[in-house]
């Protein structure tokens, strides 16, 4: 370790500067006579003698100090954040330091008081928490060094620069690898609860079994080995999809206590994880006015790391998304048939403004999926009886935000897109089984 940049110095009493003080002037007043001018007396002592306590202290810019930070941490995970400071003196020295440490991080303490023997080090950790994902970098932190007497202290604020990286937390990752090992039982031609068909790309031939549709069957393959003898189709490879994020102020609004946003984050990395996982490619686009993030389509286990680290600072800009222009840069960034899937809030004027005059340039040539979460709190505004006057007031309001909303996934769905409209905690789910329909009925 090697002594920080120093970026401010101070002085400062200490705890026992004070307690001096008062007993001192305690036992002054309690002396007959004049007290007065003892008391001055005894006060310029103590100040005489704190200042050289204080010219006696070590600086605190010369001792090496280091904080230890993780290089990212899962949103709602623990982690360990740790410092350490060495004392090279051949004295002890009373150390207290305080770090800059975001509140959000949740961290147990941000405060270490100890002594440090001569020539030792100072070791010290605690835990945080994250409750928000992003990029956080503490770049400060006060050290104090209390002088040989412990009634003053020197005090600066050192320049110790770090980063830390909190990250999605994932909570779909279950269902994508239950919907994973679905789609890989569909390839070698057997069915599953959670969708029909074989796909649509030809696997092999096989024996005729009982719960195989008549149409499979291969007449000339049956004629040449005088059984019956089926086809089986497995979804084809190498397919594109690209997640299109809404990042604009419709996503900032909170849903079931957290931003829109942290639901379409959690959809994007499901669907990338299912996506690659059955052989295809995905990519990602984050826009609002401009484009925020891209991730080219790609195939492998690597490509859900690089979404995740598109998305893990993404936050929404308060402004109106422009949809025509993310299509524009989507479409030139991928030429070919694609899955275009755009994960937005269905708020009716500003998809009737923004999203719905920019579908037509590109239903015809792609598939597109429009996906959005519910609030559970209108639903129940508008179906709970009304207890007083402003109750009823809110329970028009959202009668009216449902049926716009049914509106607006109606003209969706009339110019071409196929609409998933989930609750919390199953939008994520349910745009994978979406995609997994249009992969297994050849529509992509």
């Known amino acids: 370790m090697r002594p920080a940049r120093t970026l401010r110095r101070g002085v400062a009493p200490t705890r026992r500067l004070a307690g001096v003080a008062a007993l001192a002037a305690l036992v002054v007043l309690a002396v007959p006579g004049p007290g007065l001018a003892r008391l001055l007396a005894v006060d310029g002592v103590l100040l005489a003698v704190a200042a050289l306590d204080l010219l006696l202290a070590t600086s605190p810019g010369s001792l090496p100090v280091r904080r230890d930070l993780p290089p990212a941490v899962t949103l709602g995970d623990e982690a360990e954040v740790g410092w350490a400071v060495a004392n090279p003196t051949g004295r002890r020295l009373r150390v207290a330091l305080a770090d800059e440490l975001a509140p959000s991080l949740r961290a147990g303490t941000r405060r270490v008081a100890a002594t440090v023997p001569a020539g030792a080090t100072l070791r010290a950790s605690t835990t945080i928490r994250p409750a928000r994902r992003g990029r956080f970098a503490p770049g400060r932190l006060v050290l104090r060094v209390d002088g040989p007497l412990g009634l003053a202290a020197r005090q600066s604020v050192l320049a110790v620069p770090g980063e830390l990286r909190v990250l999605p937390s994932f909570r779909s990752r279950d269902e994508a690898e239950l919907r994973i090992r679905r789609a890989r039982i569909l390839e070698v031609g057997l069915r599953s609860a959670a969708g029909r068909g074989g796909g649509t790309e030809f696997d092999q031939l096989r024996e005729y079994a009982v719960d195989d549709e008549f149409r499979r069957v291969d007449w000339a393959a049956t004629a040449r080995a005088g ?218």
């Not at 690597?302 to 524009?328: H, M, N, T």
Request: hydrophobic content about 50%; glycine content about 6%; charged content about 25%.
């Open 227 to 444: 059984r019956p003898i089926v086809r089986t189709y497995r979804a084809e490879r190498n397919q594109t999809v690209v997640v299109l994020l809404d990042n604009g102020r419709v996503m900032a609004g909170r849903v079931a206590g957290v931003p829109r946003v942290e639901h379409a984050v959690d959809a994007a990395l499901m669907l990338t994880a299912v996506a690659t996982g059955v052989g295809d490619r995905c990519g990602l686009v984050a826009f609002d006015r401009e484009v925020r993030a891209a991730v080219p389509p790609a195939a492998g286990r690597d490509q859900l790391a690089r979404v995740v680290d598109a998305l893990y600072d993404l936050e929404p800009v308060l402004v109106e998304s422009d949809y025509a222009g993310a299509f524009v840069d989507t479409l030139a960034r991928f030429r070919r048939r694609t899955m275009l899937v755009v994960l937005t809030e269905l708020v009716a004027p500003a998809v009737e403004e923004w999203l719905l005059p920019a579908l037509p340039l590109v239903v015809r040539n792609h598939v597109v999926v429009v996906a959005s979460v519910q609030d559970p709190d209108v639903a129940r505004w508008a179906h709970d009886p009304p207890a007083d006057a402003l109750a009823v007031y809110r329970q028009a309001g959202a009668v009216g935000a449902l049926a716009a909303r049914r509106r607006t996934i109606a003209r969706l769905r009339g110019l071409g897109a196929t609409v998933v409209d989930a609750r919390p905690g199953e939008l994520a789910p349910a745009l994978a089984d979406a995609y997994l329909s249009v992969k297994a009925t050849g529509r992509l």
